[in-house]
Protein backbone atom coordinates (compact mmCIF):
# COMPACT_ATOMS: atom_id res chain seq x y z
CA UNK A 1 0.00 0.00 0.00
CA UNK A 2 1.04 3.65 -0.76
CA UNK A 3 0.53 5.23 2.33
CA UNK A 4 -1.40 8.38 2.92
CA UNK A 5 -0.41 10.65 -0.30
CA UNK A 6 -0.31 14.51 -0.10
CA UNK A 7 0.37 16.68 -2.63
CA UNK A 8 2.21 19.35 -2.98
CA UNK A 9 4.82 18.67 -0.37
CA UNK A 10 6.36 22.30 -0.45
CA UNK A 11 4.38 25.01 -1.43
CA UNK A 12 5.07 28.70 -1.07
CA UNK A 13 2.77 31.41 -1.81
CA UNK A 14 2.30 35.35 -1.35
CA UNK A 15 -0.57 36.66 0.65
CA UNK A 16 -3.63 36.69 -0.59
CA UNK A 17 -3.20 33.90 -2.60
CA UNK A 18 -5.71 30.82 -2.76
CA UNK A 19 -3.89 27.33 -1.67
CA UNK A 20 -5.46 23.89 -1.91
CA UNK A 21 -3.55 20.81 -0.38
CA UNK A 22 -4.59 17.76 -1.26
CA UNK A 23 -4.74 14.32 0.37
CA UNK A 24 -5.46 10.61 -0.73
CA UNK A 25 -5.80 8.43 2.18
CA UNK A 26 -5.39 4.75 2.71
CA UNK A 27 -7.66 2.54 0.29
CA UNK A 28 -10.85 1.33 2.68
CA UNK A 29 -9.89 3.57 5.56
CA UNK A 30 -13.47 5.68 6.58
CA UNK A 31 -11.64 8.64 8.79
CA UNK A 32 -9.93 11.47 7.33
CA UNK A 33 -7.92 14.08 9.56
CA UNK A 34 -6.38 17.15 9.04
CA UNK A 35 -3.57 18.66 11.47
CA UNK A 36 -1.43 21.70 11.46
CA UNK A 37 1.78 21.56 12.85
CA UNK A 38 4.22 24.64 14.09
CA UNK A 39 6.64 25.52 16.65
CA UNK A 40 3.93 27.75 18.67
CA UNK A 41 1.55 25.58 18.76
CA UNK A 42 2.40 22.06 18.33
CA UNK A 43 0.07 19.43 16.42
CA UNK A 44 -3.69 20.79 16.17
CA UNK A 45 -6.44 18.95 14.80
CA UNK A 46 -8.39 21.10 12.24
CA UNK A 47 -10.97 18.89 11.12
CA UNK A 48 -11.71 14.97 10.47
CA UNK A 49 -14.57 13.34 8.29
CA UNK A 50 -16.30 9.82 8.45
CA UNK A 51 -17.54 8.42 5.39
CA UNK A 52 -16.80 11.72 3.57
CA UNK A 53 -18.78 13.81 6.15
CA UNK A 54 -17.28 16.18 8.21
CA UNK A 55 -17.60 15.49 11.85
CA UNK A 56 -15.93 18.41 13.70
CA UNK A 57 -14.74 20.87 12.30
CA UNK A 58 -14.30 22.97 15.36
CA UNK A 59 -10.53 23.21 15.14
CA UNK A 60 -10.39 25.00 12.05
CA UNK A 61 -9.09 28.51 12.99
CA UNK A 62 -11.34 30.98 10.90
CA UNK A 63 -13.32 31.47 7.86
CA UNK A 64 -10.27 31.25 5.36
CA UNK A 65 -10.15 27.88 6.18
CA UNK A 66 -12.14 25.65 4.09
CA UNK A 67 -12.17 21.52 3.63
CA UNK A 68 -14.10 19.02 1.37
CA UNK A 69 -14.31 15.42 0.98
CA UNK A 70 -16.05 14.53 -2.21
CA UNK A 71 -15.56 11.50 -2.15
CA UNK A 72 -13.66 8.24 -0.35
CA UNK A 73 -10.34 8.45 -1.86
CA UNK A 74 -9.74 12.37 -1.84
CA UNK A 75 -10.15 15.52 -0.02
CA UNK A 76 -8.94 19.10 0.08
CA UNK A 77 -8.22 21.68 2.25
CA UNK A 78 -8.09 25.21 1.30
CA UNK A 79 -7.08 28.55 2.87
CA UNK A 80 -8.24 31.74 0.67
CA UNK A 81 -7.28 34.00 1.36
CA UNK A 82 -3.46 32.68 3.04
CA UNK A 83 -1.91 34.64 5.30
CA UNK A 84 1.61 34.24 6.40
CA UNK A 85 0.31 33.34 10.07
CA UNK A 86 -0.68 30.45 7.99
CA UNK A 87 2.96 28.96 7.52
CA UNK A 88 2.67 25.76 8.82
CA UNK A 89 3.30 22.08 7.93
CA UNK A 90 -0.40 20.41 7.12
CA UNK A 91 -0.94 16.53 8.00
CA UNK A 92 -3.27 14.78 6.66
CA UNK A 93 -4.16 10.89 8.51
CA UNK A 94 -6.57 8.41 8.08
CA UNK A 95 -7.60 5.62 10.00
CA UNK A 96 -9.96 2.77 9.83
CA UNK A 97 -12.77 2.12 12.22
CA UNK A 98 -14.54 -1.11 13.76
CA UNK A 99 -17.48 -1.11 15.31
CA UNK A 100 -17.52 2.49 14.73
CA UNK A 101 -15.37 3.35 16.70
CA UNK A 102 -11.65 4.02 15.85
CA UNK A 103 -9.68 1.26 17.24
CA UNK A 104 -7.05 1.73 15.18
CA UNK A 105 -4.28 3.65 14.70
CA UNK A 106 -3.91 6.58 12.35
CA UNK A 107 -1.90 6.85 9.45
CA UNK A 108 -0.03 10.59 8.53
CA UNK A 109 0.99 10.74 5.33
CA UNK A 110 4.31 12.91 4.88
CA UNK A 111 2.87 16.60 5.12
CA UNK A 112 2.96 20.01 3.02
CA UNK A 113 5.53 22.54 4.16
CA UNK A 114 3.26 25.79 3.50
CA UNK A 115 5.13 29.15 3.19
CA UNK A 116 3.08 32.08 2.78
CA UNK A 117 4.91 35.01 1.96
CA UNK B 1 -11.44 18.92 27.63
CA UNK B 2 -8.87 16.16 27.30
CA UNK B 3 -5.20 17.39 27.52
CA UNK B 4 -1.63 15.73 27.18
CA UNK B 5 1.35 16.76 28.79
CA UNK B 6 4.46 15.96 28.33
CA UNK B 7 7.92 16.75 28.90
CA UNK B 8 9.59 19.50 27.05
CA UNK B 9 12.86 19.23 25.35
CA UNK B 10 15.27 19.11 23.65
CA UNK B 11 16.42 15.82 25.21
CA UNK B 12 20.04 15.19 24.80
CA UNK B 13 21.23 11.86 25.69
CA UNK B 14 24.61 9.65 24.37
CA UNK B 15 24.37 6.21 22.50
CA UNK B 16 23.21 3.59 25.23
CA UNK B 17 21.90 5.99 27.41
CA UNK B 18 18.56 4.88 29.31
CA UNK B 19 15.63 6.87 27.91
CA UNK B 20 12.44 8.32 29.78
CA UNK B 21 10.35 10.84 28.36
CA UNK B 22 7.48 11.93 31.02
CA UNK B 23 3.71 11.96 29.72
CA UNK B 24 0.76 12.78 31.73
CA UNK B 25 -2.60 13.13 30.70
CA UNK B 26 -5.98 14.72 31.92
CA UNK B 27 -9.26 12.68 30.57
CA UNK B 28 -13.10 11.75 31.34
CA UNK B 29 -12.80 8.48 31.20
CA UNK B 30 -10.73 5.44 29.92
CA UNK B 31 -8.72 6.95 26.85
CA UNK B 32 -6.35 5.01 24.97
CA UNK B 33 -2.65 5.98 25.04
CA UNK B 34 -0.39 6.45 22.19
CA UNK B 35 3.24 7.06 21.57
CA UNK B 36 3.86 8.31 17.63
CA UNK B 37 7.45 9.50 16.81
CA UNK B 38 8.13 12.05 13.49
CA UNK B 39 11.20 11.73 12.19
CA UNK B 40 12.85 14.75 10.33
CA UNK B 41 11.07 15.75 7.44
CA UNK B 42 8.53 13.08 7.91
CA UNK B 43 5.04 12.30 9.07
CA UNK B 44 4.35 10.64 12.59
CA UNK B 45 4.23 7.12 12.79
CA UNK B 46 2.59 4.87 15.87
CA UNK B 47 5.24 3.85 17.75
CA UNK B 48 3.26 1.76 20.43
CA UNK B 49 -0.16 2.13 21.93
CA UNK B 50 -2.08 0.78 25.06
CA UNK B 51 -5.69 0.69 25.39
CA UNK B 52 -6.65 -0.35 29.10
CA UNK B 53 -4.79 0.44 32.55
CA UNK B 54 -1.78 -1.40 33.05
CA UNK B 55 -1.04 -2.51 29.83
CA UNK B 56 2.24 -1.94 28.40
CA UNK B 57 2.86 -1.16 24.75
CA UNK B 58 6.34 -2.00 23.39
CA UNK B 59 7.88 -1.53 19.95
CA UNK B 60 11.39 -0.92 19.01
CA UNK B 61 13.09 -1.64 22.30
CA UNK B 62 10.65 0.86 23.48
CA UNK B 63 7.85 0.74 26.36
CA UNK B 64 5.55 2.68 28.16
CA UNK B 65 3.15 1.48 30.53
CA UNK B 66 -0.33 2.71 31.08
CA UNK B 67 -0.64 4.12 34.88
CA UNK B 68 -4.52 5.35 35.39
CA UNK B 69 -3.53 5.53 39.07
CA UNK B 70 -0.94 8.86 37.95
CA UNK B 71 -2.64 9.24 34.75
CA UNK B 72 0.95 8.75 33.41
CA UNK B 73 2.44 6.71 29.64
CA UNK B 74 5.91 7.21 30.66
CA UNK B 75 8.01 6.47 27.15
CA UNK B 76 11.00 4.45 28.00
CA UNK B 77 14.60 2.68 26.08
CA UNK B 78 16.99 0.87 28.12
CA UNK B 79 19.78 1.75 25.23
CA UNK B 80 19.45 4.61 22.71
CA UNK B 81 20.49 5.00 19.12
CA UNK B 82 21.74 7.68 16.93
CA UNK B 83 18.97 6.63 14.80
CA UNK B 84 16.19 7.33 17.27
CA UNK B 85 16.87 10.76 17.49
CA UNK B 86 13.06 12.32 16.53
CA UNK B 87 10.39 14.06 18.06
CA UNK B 88 8.11 12.23 20.21
CA UNK B 89 4.50 12.92 20.58
CA UNK B 90 2.54 11.37 23.36
CA UNK B 91 -1.43 10.77 22.53
CA UNK B 92 -4.65 10.39 24.07
CA UNK B 93 -7.86 8.87 22.25
CA UNK B 94 -11.36 9.57 23.91
CA UNK B 95 -14.60 8.83 23.30
CA UNK B 96 -14.71 11.45 20.56
CA UNK B 97 -12.88 9.61 17.82
CA UNK B 98 -10.00 12.36 17.86
CA UNK B 99 -6.39 12.23 18.61
CA UNK B 100 -5.28 14.87 21.35
CA UNK B 101 -1.41 15.27 21.52
CA UNK B 102 1.25 16.73 23.65
CA UNK B 103 3.78 19.16 22.31
CA UNK B 104 5.90 16.84 21.49
CA UNK B 105 9.40 16.14 22.47
CA UNK B 106 12.49 15.80 20.57
CA UNK B 107 15.43 13.48 21.46
CA UNK B 108 18.73 14.21 20.09
CA UNK B 109 21.44 10.79 20.55
CA UNK B 110 24.89 11.26 20.15
CA UNK B 111 27.52 8.79 18.81
Known amino acids: DAGVIQSPRHEVTEMGQEVTLRCKPI?????LFWYRQTMMRGLELLIY????????DSGMPEDRFSAKMPNASFSTLKIQPSEPRDSAVYFC???????????????FGPGTRLTVL | GDSVTQMEGPVTLSEEAFLTINCTYT??????LFWYVQYPGEGLQLLLK?????DKGSNKGFEATYRKETTSFHLEKGSVQVSDSAVYFC??????????FGGGTRLMVKP
Open chain 1, 93 to 107: ASSLSSGGAVYNEQF
Open chain 1, 27 to 31: SGHDY
Open chain 1, 49 to 56: FNNNVPID
Open chain 2, 27 to 32: ATGYPS
Open chain 2, 50 to 54: ATKAD
Open chain 2, 91 to 100: ALRSAGNMLT
